[in-house]
């Protein structure tokens, strides 16, 4: 026999369940809000251990010193010194060389796959380049090294075996995925109506791509451009391995250098003791680049906001 349920009962559960739902969904924001606060706190914890270290630095490195004095000898027994700007100018040209092979390869293949690739040619291409972005950083180091440098020293014999000039190159090769991708999104985005209005007018398909789409989606292929500078400013590896660790003050890129995060990568090897002025420079280097890449960032969002269009 079915036992019967009287009304009260199924009253009773039904605002118990009611109950249980109401408490969970006012537990639900807090334990979203923990989650979210996760990364914040992450960040202010990264960001304080940087200051005070930074701070404890300074008290023994004159902060004028540190960012005007080109050389940088922190190891040296006799007199050490400490200095950004061989690690900043390395940095910068490095990063400079891989936005001259990134910028224009990745915007030309957002450009045909966005205007000129059917979409099954879209579906095989885009994944083929993004898979650039999946190989180890590592990987492309010992490419650089290995093939890319004597590849270049046939045709300039006064290249270093270590030098600038490989790394930038193949750092520019694995920026390509995240030019590309971002670019073919931006002007993927522009609405269709325009491409045809543009062509009713007599445009060509180059000058609707020049005139109506690059312009239209200008924000999101300059953000673009901003995050790939931001991913080879913070580049390790490639770096590290094929530019060598010669802290040389100067802009020919045919010479050894080593970048802001080559250099954290040398003292954190072991090769300066812990609570030692040589030590206590990584962490002043590394302020300094979390810094230069936080105005990367910020640059980036403005120009997306600033050129923004909704459509």
Do not use: H
């Amino acid at each position: 026999m079915q036992k019967t349920v009287s009304t009260k009962e199924l009253i009773r559960n039904k605002d118990k369940i009611s109950f249980i739902k109401m408490k969970f969904e006012k537990i639900i924001p807090f334990f979203l809000f923990a989650l979210a606060s996760v990364s914040i706190l992450t960040t202010l914890g990264i960001l304080s251990t940087l200051i005070y270290e930074t701070v404890l630095f300074f008290r023994e490195v004159s902060i004028i010193e540190f960012f005007t004095n080109t050389e940088m000898k922190p190891l040296s027994r006799v007199d050490p010194t400490f200095s950004i700007l061989p690690l900043l100018t390395g940095t910068v040209l490095i990063s400079l060389v891989a936005m001259l092979v990134a910028i224009p390869i990745g915007l030309t293949t957002a450009i045909y796959l966005s205007e000129y690739a059917s979409a099954n040619t879209r579906k095989i291409f885009k994944p083929i380049i993004e898979v650039l972005a999946g190989i180890p950083t590592i990987v492309y180091g010992f490419f650089a090294f290995t093939f890319v440098t004597p590849v270049l020293r046939e045709f300039i014999p006064a290249l270093q075996s270590t030098n600038a000039l490989s790394p930038g190159i193949v750092m520019g090769i694995m920026i390509i995925p995240l030019v590309a991708s971002l670019s073919e999104d931006a002007m993927s985005a522009v609405p269709k109506a325009m491409r045809e209005g543009a062509l009713a007018l007599g445009a060509t398909k180059l000058e609707v791509t020049f005139r109506v789409v690059i312009p239209a989606a200008i924000s999101g292929i300059i953000a673009s451009f901003v995050l790939g500078i931001s991913r080879a400013i913070g580049e390790t590896m490639i770096v590290t391995i094929a530019s060598g660790s010669s802290k040389n003050f100067t802009f020919d890129i045919t010479q050894s250098m080593q970048t802001m995060t080559a250099y954290i990568v040398e003292v954190t090897s072991g090769d300066a003791g812990a609570g030692t002025t040589a030590y206590y420079s990584l962490y002043a280097v590394a302020f300094a680049l979390f810094f230069f890449t936080l105005l990367m960032n910020m640059f980036a969002r403005y120009i997306s906001r600033k050129y923004r269009e909704a459509y």
